[in-house]
């Protein structure tokens, strides 16, 4: 079974477009989301309506810190900085009865799939935290044991760590390590090789690896083969849209240069 793992669309169709017709043609059988459908972006009800079409193909849709925040739930808008507060006050406004019921629905907590376990945020806190370093990563795989490979979103960076349990002078102590991806189709052998791991596929929406294409992952569920893939989309669309909604310039610019 190939899964199309998608994550922070932040309401920026033309990238969630390009990366669905590209998965498409590729091929696939499930989609999991990680979370943040909507915020930052000018495409809300767009996205949501873009996904609900997907039916039973999206098995798994996580919310996120934003689908929250638009939502009032488990936040105060004043926790984010100016730029995102007013992205999330003119998502509010936008949204239509139905895309918000929909954003009302999607689960916060750790969903289980087989081998793995998908969250937005981390596996010890699965909306807010941010697993940036392995010293954060480290800490998860050490409070939180029950996952062998944990799918995570929300800091917009594809990236790997990995974590494997070392015997040092007769002790046992756990190694954490960060790998960087690469564009291409490595694998998870790593979860073959007692390794546990925490893998994000990066942001279809507003990447922030100082790379501005859609970041997006096939994996295979059989095989392990995970297929990381960047791709271009028309971005001066999304400019466009944000500028005649009014949308805060850094967040419009930022997306020339993923970050
Ligand atoms: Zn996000």
Redesign the pocket.
């Known amino acids: 079974m190939r899964v199309l793992i998608i994550?922070?669309i932040?309401a920026n169709l033309p990238a969630l477009e390009t990366v669905l017709a590209d998965a498409q043609r590729r091929g696939f059988d499930e989609v999991w989301c990680l979370?943040?459908v909507v915020?930052?972006g000018p495409d809300p009800n767009g996205c949501v309506e873009r996904l609900v079409a997907l039916g039973p193909q999206l098995t798994i849709n996580l919310a996120?810190?934003?689908d929250y925040a638009v939502l009032g739930k488990q936040i105060n808008v004043e926790d984010f900085n100016p730029e995102a507060q007013r992205a999330v006050l003119w998502t509010r406004n936008q949204l239509t009865a139905s895309s918000l019921a929909y954003l009302d629905t999607l689960p916060g907590e750790a969903t289980r799939r087989g081998d793995f376990t998908l969250v937005h945020g981390s596996p010890r806190d699965p909306v807010w935290e941010y697993v940036l370093s392995a010293r954060i990563a480290r800490e998860n795989f050490e409070e939180t044991s029950d996952f062998i490979c944990c799918l995570v979103?929300?800091t917009?960076v594809p990236t790997m760590f990995s974590y494997r349990i070392e015997q040092r002078d007769g002790q046992p102590i756990g190694r954490c390590t960060q790998h960087r991806l690469t564009p291409g189709p490595p694998d998870l052998r790593l979860m073959y090789d007692q390794a546990r791991l925490i893998v994000n596929p990066g942001?279809v929406g507003?990447p922030r690896d100082h790379d501005p294409r859609a970041s997006y992952v096939l994996l295979d569920i059989e095989t392990r083969r995970w297929n990381y893939l960047r791709i271009e989309y028309p971005v001066e669309q999304t400019q466009h849209r944000m500028l005649a909604a009014g949308l805060p310039e850094r967040l419009i610019n930022r997306l020339s240069f993923g970050w």
């Open positions: 994550s922070d932040h979370g943040d915020g930052y996120g810190n934003h979103g929300h917009h942001s507003q």
